[in-house]
């Protein structure tokens, strides 16, 4: 009990400061990324590896093309948003499925640095301590993985995205806002399982760990490097929009609150100042010290949200009137649905974390759905606690009267989603940087003992990666700081989440079903379809995927309309 007791706490502590992926804070292609800079398949593992070298040889570390040398990966907030970073996976020596694997291989990869390091090595030795004890743990020991888990999925999900929840749902109400966050929530839900199911049969079909970073993942189940370069290419969008958001929020919340009422400043001019402090910031200090400082405000948000919510929801005085009030678009209430469910679906976003919640909880279908299911539900219970309690008059979300708790929690989310998305976004620009290519060259003959302290010591990520992963979110931020910050949040969820978690699930689950369907003819086994944990076969699949296509093609008429519309051809 002692044990179920000191697991649970440092987990939640865990999901209280973990940096999300999409729908939080920031999507990363090398998957989503803890505080202090560090992922969870970071920490030493006794898993077969397919890239490391026999152990007599020396283990030696080569830096990604483009970077300045092998770095440690940034805390990705969205959500990220944890993963390996051998070039040589992506590099013409990509494993495949059937290869043998490497087993007993050296590895010199550090744990999570703090403050999340006992967490996760807590969470680990769970599963490890299953193994030990010829079994699995039992009653409340089982239950506290799936709540530790679960609550990891929570923290990644929940971020600066929320707080244009309310002028959202306004538009169609509260009552088919609440449908349709329910029904995003089953999409998301298939998804999030259907990569779970693949982590699983990797694991089980070739012996090798699901790497949490979503490139290296998809990279190794389609077989191609194509999907790798498909995945990072959608991240750097999806992050580039919603470092936008972040910008254009920061700087009309700043015009509009104490800085512009003194200084007389407008939201260009805020906005301007933001992003100069900002690229300052991730281009001067080490990634160590930019994670513990967006640990401590991802607990702050958390604290904050708590601070205005429930005295909202105790001032809503007819929840009845709340819940069933006409919204601001109720004369079109499909349309205002249809333009609100890119936003909606862009803060509920978690896939990018479940191969390494997969991992954490020893490839268990049980468990893995358990905590794939609770901690998706517990945001979006979250969104619709804030939006009835705002729509029903008990909160005041306004930068005026917000109140000092709404204050914190938007400039807490606001500067750790931005911090954590320019960190990752550097890191994508950095692996196509040209003029790194000589130190990259120099970092390949670096053993690991060099890497290690380089690593302990922290990076300062190159200021033209920086410079160029900024510019061009900073003049989109600029040119429409006095309008709609929610134009690029809807812009990532119309575009950029369907590929990453409708398409690419439904792709890499039909190829590991195809692969086991034919395991199953030629006699070698005879579980084909009973370890699926999404039902349906083939067709749940393709329901998905061309779900995904229907959205994008309908998002795709919508803006294409609106464009021509504003211009006076239509």
Known sequence: MKRVLKLSSTCIAAASMCPAGAGAFTYSSRGPLLPGGGRPSDAPSSSVDFRSPAPSEPVVHAAAPGRRRARRSPPALASSVFGGDDPQFLKGSLPKKGDAPVVGSTSTASPPPP???????????????????????????????????????????VGASMMVLPSVAAGPGMLPSSGLFLALYGVNL?????????????????????????????????GSENAAGFVSAVSIFVNSCILTFDLTRAGQLASGGPLGGLTGLGPQECT????????????????????????????????????????????????????????????????????AAPIFLTTCVYQNIVPSVTKILGYDRSKTTAAVVIGSLLPVCMYLAFCFAALGGGLDTSAAGGGPF????????????????????????????????????????KVSEEASTSEQEGEVASVPSVVLAGLVPVLVGLAFANGEATAALSTA????????????PVAMAWNLR?????????????????????PGGSWSLALLGMGAFAFIAQNLERDISGVLSSSGLM
Request: net charge negative; hydrophobic share 45%.
């Open 406 to 445: 709404f204050a914190a929690f938007a400039s807490a989310s606001l500067t750790g989603s931005a911090v954590a998305t320019l960190m990752s976004l550097s890191e994508e620009y950095s692996n196509n940087l040209p003029w790194n290519s000589s130190n990259n060259m120099q970092a390949e003959t």
């Open 190 to 222: 298939v998804s999030g399982l259907l990569l779970a199911e693949v982590a699983i049969g990797q694991k089980e079909s070739s012996g090798v760990d699901a790497p949490s970073s979503l490139k290296e993942f998809a990279a190794f189940n389609l």
């Open 272 to 339: 301007a100042l933001a992003a100069t402090a900002l690229v300052g910031l991730v281009a001067t200090q080490t990634d160590r010290d930019l994670s513990r400082f967006a640990s401590a405000t991802v607990g702050v948000l958390f604290a904050s949200f708590a601070g205005f919510l429930l005295p909202g929801l105790a001032g809503v005085h007819d929840p009845a009137a709340a819940l069933f009030a006409p919204g601001t678009g109720s004369s079109d209430v499909a349309g205002s649905l249809s333009a």
């Open 514 to 534: 195809g692969d086991r369907g034919r395991t199953s003819q030629d006699g070698y086994s005879s579980t084909a379809g009973e370890e699926d944990l999404v």
């Open 115 to 157: 403050p999340l390091r006992a967490a996760f090595d807590s969470l680990e030795r769970g599963a490890s301590d299953e193994g030990r004890e010829g079994g699995l743990l039992s009653g409340a020991g089982e239950y506290a993985d799936v709540i530790s888990a679960a609550l990891l999925i929570t923290g990644n999900t």
């Open 493 to 504: 969820g119309s575009y950029g989440s369907p590929l990453l978690y409708g398409v690419l």
